[in-house]
């Protein structure tokens, strides 16, 4: 006779495995745009759907200025609060530090209910470096009640050293079938990582049930969030009432010291690597003059950058839709990608600057999968060496978990030269840099939420020479 937990393992695998048709689309569960959330074997745990008292600080995430020197913490509050307190400290030490003020709003939903939410942001004091620190965050509400957060940990980067630096890339989550998650909050408390970039569609979506849904995903990904600090990219699955719940959610991200109106793109340096996050959806949703103000932002960005290019010699762009997918039955592969590659007129697009400015590799998701690119330009390979390489190589990361499930690969098509490498499942990329050399690993996420096999390993390495040509400073 089969235990009755391995007969409800059975149950529950099969529900997840098996095609459901929901809103005239094929997925593996429930709780994609418009439906509610179920409970799963990858939300089960932890207390992130209680019901909180509508002062206290809940959806708490955090994100870094540049070169890790401090960090900005931003949470939600379900009614307004006279004040906020950020209080941190060394993990070993016993000096607190205090923040007092804040930047607080009210955020109303584009929704028929016109939900309000108040959100708050705080900014940290100068961190020491290569240190853990502790924190949490009290609010004042307006009876005079005190409420206070759980402790969360996160560290700073060791600036004073040449040591490589680690960091998560993935995408494309949801509050279901979110299998990467478990992983995600045991690798954020690990102090391996520096920081997450996440290549946009989370919660699936933010604005659903006038913004119920974006509040679940923001206290389920809270152990992630509050613990590693993240930069995010906007996905299409975030653009409902112009974006508004991605860029008041994710407010905290540094676009106010890149120069950038809103949280929809800005860049950030830390130790040997400049980092931007770009809008791809901009060609998709924006009109000639926003897409024209992006690409300008992008191109003085990346100027800059190049500059400063023998402190800091790599430079990776996050965006969330790819410029190469090897699934050319699909229009993201072909018409859309195309579309992103060279502008809607086929002049100016997301590559034209990649190649100009010698970006070194593009970070994106959108499919549910991974791929990884050779060096490529003009949808032809250059190379098959990652060694003062000609051009970016990309890598597709968006497989982390979502009621779709992994998208499938064309088994008819021939597949392009400039393919390295590909694999269908559940995982996430981890990416190590360093001075001279950056090492992509991509692992495999098992089905119950542990930590499978190394999926894809390449190292990318280039010379002083090659950093010195790959400057491009206009006159």
């Not at 003020?101 to 705080?122: C, K, N, P, V």
């Not at 003059?289 to 023998?310: F, G, H, M, P, V």
Request: glycine content about 6%; some cysteine; charged content about 20%.
């Amino acid at each position: 006779m089969i235990p009755i937990y391995l007969f409800l393992l059975i149950i529950i695998s099969n529900y997840q495995l098996n095609a459901l048709e929901v809103n005239n689309k094929t997925v593996v569960c429930y709780g994609g745009p418009d439906t509610y959330t179920d409970v799963d074997r990858y939300n089960e745990d932890g207390n992130w759907n209680q019901t909180y008292h509508p002062a206290y600080p809940q959806q708490v995430h955090i994100s870094w200025t540049s070169d890790g020197i401090a960090f900005t913490v931003q949470f939600t509050t379900m009614k307004p609060i006279q004040n906020s307190r950020l209080l941190y400290w060394s993990h070993d030490g016993f000096e607190e530090e205090q923040v007092n003020e804040s930047q607080d709003w009210e955020f109303i939903d584009g929704g028929i209910a016109q939900t309000s939410r108040y959100m708050h942001t705080l900014i940290s004091k100068k961190l020491d470096p290569a240190t853990i620190y502790e924190y949490k965050i009290i609010t004042l509400d307006t009876e005079n009640e005190l409420h206070t957060s759980d402790i969360y940990q996160m560290h700073t980067p060791d600036l004073l050293s040449s040591n490589p630096f680690k960091f998560i890339a993935t995408g494309d989550i949801g509050v279901v079938n979110a299998v990467s998650m478990p992983l995600f909050k045991q690798l954020a408390k690990s102090h391996d990582y520096e920081f997450v970039a996440i290549m946009g569609d989370q919660a699936y979506n933010l604005d659903d049930f006038n913004g119920t849904k974006g509040d679940e995903y923001m206290n389920f990904a809270q152990e992630f969030y509050a613990n590693l600090p993240i930069l995010t990219t906007a996905g299409n699955h975030e653009s409902a009432y112009n974006f508004s719940h991605y860029k008041h959610r994710f407010d905290l991200l540094p676009y106010k010291q890149s120069n950038f109106p809103d949280a929809m793109q800005y860049s950030i340096d830390y130790k040997t690597l400049h980092l931007i996050s770009f809008a791809t959806e901009v060609f998709f949703e924006g009109s000639d003059d926003q897409i024209k103000t992006s690409l300008n932002w992008l191109e003085q960005d990346l100027i800059k950058a190049s500059r400063n290019r023998s402190l800091r010699p790599w430079i990776i762009v996050i965006g969330h839709r790819p410029l190469y997918c090897s699934i050319l039955s699909n229009p993201d592969c072909t018409d859309y990608a195309n579309r992103l590659r060279f502008g809607v007129d086929g002049q100016l697009g997301l590559e034209t600057l990649l190649t100009k400015y010698n970006v070194d590799v593009y970070l994106c998701g959108h499919k549910h999968n991974y791929e990884r690119t050779f060096p490529v330009k003009n949808d032809q390979l250059l190379t098959t060496s990652y060694h003062n390489s000609p051009s970016f190589f990309q890598v597709i990361t968006g497989n982390a978990g979502n009621y779709e499930g992994p998208d499938q690969f064309d088994d008819t098509n021939p597949l392009p030269a400039w393919l390295g490498h590909r694999f269908q499942g559940y995982g996430y990329s981890s990416i190590t840099v360093s001075t001279h050399h950056l090492d992509l690993h991509h692992y495999e996420t098992n089905i119950d939420g542990s930590l499978g096999s190394l999926q894809d390993h390449v190292r990318v390495s280039k010379t002083t020479s090659h950093v010195n040509k790959q400057k491009i400073i206009p006159s």
